[in-house]
């Protein structure tokens, strides 16, 4: 690990450290913590220690975690937990989101968003055939061939417009 990589990942600490200890001596301080910010939490943990130290990588386990946060978040504010039967189907655009963000960290701005949003496209039709099967709205789930057309076109594009290789 990089010096700088060491510093940010112990100011984290740090930070973090002194915030369960005020929660131990203050209770409803860190009553955002509980159940299910924690796990967003940790994903944007993640997140900025990949921002502060440099190292891109950081970002995609931080997304995925902070994505699934985001589901479980949704699902115990509306009580819905059965749309983990199609939900699930989100986590590879959570993972192509972090590619992406792992390419602008790293300076990979040419490559990164391909692979990111091939993912991501992948992710929404599984979402919406999934969805549509176990109980996504209707009105909604009546839009995801949208999807594979644009995916297709999408796929065209980088055949006649492919990437100059450096």
């Given at each position: ?9 112990g100011v ?5 450290g002194l915030?369960?200890?005020?929660g131990?001596?203050?209770p ?7 159940w299910p ?8 943990i993640f997140?900025?220690a990949?921002?502060l130290?440099?190292?891109?990588g950081l970002?995609i386990?931080?997304?995925i975690?902070?994505?699934i946060?985001?589901?479980l978040?949704?699902q115990?504010a509306t009580?819905t937990w ?5 939900m699930w189907a989100l ?6 989101l972090g590619?992406i963000?792992s390419g602008l ?15 991501i ?10 969805g549509g ?5 209707p009105q909604i789930?009546r ?9 297709g076109?999408?796929l ?11």
């Amino acid at each position: 690990m990089n010096r700088r990589a060491t510093i940010v990942s112990g100011v984290i600490l740090i930070l973090l450290g002194l915030l369960f200890l005020a929660g131990q001596f203050f209770p409803g301080l860190v009553g955002f913590l509980e159940w299910p910010y924690s796990v967003i939490g940790v994903g944007l943990i993640f997140l900025l220690a990949a921002i502060l130290s440099g190292r891109g990588g950081l970002a995609i386990p931080g997304m995925i975690i902070s994505g699934i946060g985001g589901i479980l978040y949704l699902q115990n504010a509306t009580n819905t937990w059965a749309s983990w039967s199609y939900m699930w189907a989100l986590i590879p655009g959570f993972v192509g989101l972090g590619i992406i963000f792992s390419g602008l960290i790293n300076g990979h701005f040419r490559s990164a968003p391909g692979s990111g949003f091939s993912l991501i496209m992948i992710s929404l039709v599984l979402f919406f055939i999934f969805g549509g099967s176990f109980g996504l709205d209707p009105q909604i789930v009546r839009y995801w061939p949208l999807l594979l057309i644009a995916f297709g076109l999408m796929l065209i594009l980088k055949l006649i417009f492919p990437r100059k290789q450096s």
